[in-house]
Each structure stands twice: as structure tokens, then as C-alpha cells.
């Protein structure tokens, strides 16, 4: 996997993606993907957080988020004019404190105590051909591109995490309005489900981190020169410009 870990790293380092003739080379296993995050991750970190796919159809997977790609809401991003940019709105939550250790008594309460809630659209971007296979897809961190994180709920313990009612727009579009399922069924259970999987993978879940669990909205693409407004009922809104970079 050497060779796609390199490969990775010239696209993150150049804005270039990697090219077919490189990409048909490999189809990594599930295990060879998170190595090649790891990988990645030494190099480009630190790490500012996870994303974790609970779905019931599919296997549980999921990626490191890198710090440099984490914005707070609202915020301006370059990106080139042509590209296609997918965009999620999602339920996140920041670690606040160090989680309790396995067999702490009342486990799961004491998790959800070190935790507040925050809305966030996830920024789907890849480095590999748009056709490339799934293994690569998690490989090169499910394709993530960056997050967009609104201000932290810390009182969030009667708020509905699933289903929820939520908004989004894409400039005078609406994209979203209503209630919404989180894949899984519930974020929380899907942060839980992440914090079984990820043990010290790419350095484990630390305070200050932000976890995403699933879009509200399917995967929608847009590109440049459109404002992106998204709002979740009792977590409050979360905004974005997408500006094309020179």
C-alpha cells in the first residue's frame, strides 16, 4: 500500500488528484484502508476528529478528519471553480473532556456527560478519480473534505438525535426541510458505535475532537460561488460560503 499512501499524500500536498493509470492498481481490504489512513495521518495531521457510517445494510467504517480541514461556522471556502463538492448536513458531537475508561460504572451516561452536541455539514471532497472503488474511498478518509461546525449544545440531553427536523439550502434551494432520519437510527449510538470500533486508531477519540454520524440529506453536489445554510432543530444552524479560488 506504500505506493497509494504516497500517492495520497502528492494529491493532499499538490490539489491534484490521483490519476486512473495509479488508482486501478489498488483495492484495499477494509484493514489495508485504515492502515493507509493511519498512514496518512502521521504525516498530514493532527487529527481534529472522526466520521463513522452505522448504517444497517452496510458494514460500520469509518475516518479520521484532519484539524486543517475543521472551520467554524460561518465560514468562507476556496475551492477550484469546476469541481463538484458534496455537501451533508449532520449531527456532531465535540468531545469535551477525556471519556471514561471501559467498565466505568454507568458508562454510557458518563460518555454523554463529556460531550456536547454541535450541527455540521460535512465537506465531501476526493482525491481519487470519481469512479474509484470503495476500499480506495476509505482509504483516502471516506472522502472527506473538510467540516463546518456551528456553536456546541451542551445541554442536549432532551433534544431528539433521531430522527430529527432539519433545514438546509443551497443558495435559493431548498434541499431539506422537515423531519430527517440519522443513518443508524441515533447519533448518539452511532458516536458509541465509533468509539467501540476506533480503539487508538490514528491516536483514539481526545477532547477537543468533533464526530460526525451521518448526512440528513443524502449527498447532494454543488460547486462554487453558492452559500450553503443548514439548521437542525435544538442544535441551531451552521453556514457556509463555497468561493472559487483564483
Same mark, same amino acid.
Given at each position: 500500500?506504500?505506493?497509494?499512501?504516497?500517492?495520497?499524500?502528492?494529491?493532499?500536498?499538490?490539489?491534484?488528484?490521483?490519476?486512473?493509470?495509479?488508482?486501478?492498481?489498488?483495492?484495499?481490504?477494509?484493514?489495508?484502508?485504515?492502515?493507509?489512513?493511519?498512514?496518512?495521518?502521521?504525516?498530514?495531521?493532527?487529527?481534529?476528529?472522526?466520521?463513522?457510517?452505522?448504517?444497517?445494510?452496510?458494514?460500520?467504517?469509518?475516518?479520521?478528519?484532519?484539524?486543517?480541514?475543521?472551520?467554524?461556522?460561518?465560514?468562507?471556502?476556496?475551492?477550484?471553480?469546476?469541481?463538484?463538492?458534496?455537501?451533508?448536513?449532520?449531527?456532531?458531537?465535540?468531545?469535551?473532556?477525556?471519556?471514561?475508561?471501559?467498565?466505568?460504572?454507568?458508562?454510557?451516561?458518563?460518555?454523554?456527560?463529556?460531550?456536547?452536541?454541535?450541527?455540521?455539514?460535512?465537506?465531501?471532497?476526493?482525491?481519487?478519480?470519481?469512479?474509484?472503488?470503495?476500499? =480506495?474511498?476509505?482509504?483516502?478518509?471516506?472522502?472527506?473534505?473538510?467540516?463546518?461546525?456551528?456553536?456546541?449544545?451542551?445541554?442536549?440531553?432532551?433534544?431528539?438525535?433521531?430522527?430529527?427536523?432539519?433545514? =438546509?439550502?443551497?443558495?435559493?434551494?431548498?434541499?431539506?426541510?422537515?423531519?430527517?432520519?440519522?443513518?443508524?437510527?441515533?447519533?448518539?449510538?452511532?458516536?458509541?458505535?465509533?468509539?467501540?470500533?476506533?480503539?487508538?486508531?490514528?491516536?483514539?477519540?481526545?477532547?477537543?475532537?468533533?464526530?460526525?454520524?451521518?448526512?440528513?440529506?443524502?449527498?447532494?453536489?454543488?460547486?462554487?460561488?453558492?452559500?450553503?445554510?443548514?439548521?437542525?432543530?435544538?442544535?441551531?444552524q451552521v453556514s457556509l460560503r463555497l468561493k472559487a479560488a483564483r
Open positions: 500500500m506504500q505506493g497509494l499512501i504516497s500517492a495520497l499524500l502528492k494529491a493532499r500536498e499538490t490539489g491534484q488528484p490521483v490519476g486512473d493509470d495509479v488508482a486501478s492498481q489498488f483495492d484495499p481490504t477494509v484493514e489495508e484502508a485504515y492502515e493507509v489512513q493511519a498512514a496518512v495521518a502521521r504525516v498530514t495531521g493532527p487529527v481534529g476528529g472522526f466520521k463513522v457510517a452505522n448504517k444497517p445494510d452496510a458494514p460500520r467504517i469509518m475516518a479520521p478528519i484532519f484539524s486543517q480541514d475543521i472551520k467554524t461556522s460561518p465560514a468562507m471556502i476556496d475551492v477550484p471553480r469546476d469541481e463538484k463538492i458534496g455537501i451533508e448536513l449532520e449531527v456532531g458531537f465535540r468531545i469535551e473532556k477525556p471519556l471514561p475508561d471501559k467498565g466505568a460504572p454507568d458508562r454510557r451516561d458518563a460518555i454523554a456527560r463529556c460531550l456536547s452536541v454541535v450541527p455540521v455539514i460535512e465537506i465531501v471532497r476526493t482525491r481519487l478519480p470519481m469512479n474509484a472503488n470503495p476500499g =480506495l474511498k476509505l482509504a483516502d478518509n471516506q472522502i472527506n473534505g473538510g467540516l463546518v461546525v456551528g456553536a456546541p449544545v451542551a445541554e442536549w440531553q432532551a433534544v431528539s438525535l433521531g430522527p430529527v427536523r432539519a433545514e =438546509l439550502a443551497f443558495g435559493d434551494e431548498q434541499i431539506l426541510s422537515g423531519k430527517a432520519a440519522v443513518p443508524g437510527g441515533n447519533a448518539f449510538e452511532n458516536f458509541l458505535v465509533l468509539e467501540e470500533m476506533l480503539g487508538d486508531h490514528c491516536g483514539g477519540l481526545q477532547p477537543g475532537q468533533i464526530v460526525i454520524t451521518g448526512s440528513l440529506n443524502g449527498l447532494p453536489y454543488v460547486q462554487a460561488g453558492i452559500d450553503v445554510r443548514g439548521s437542525i432543530d435544538g442544535l441551531g
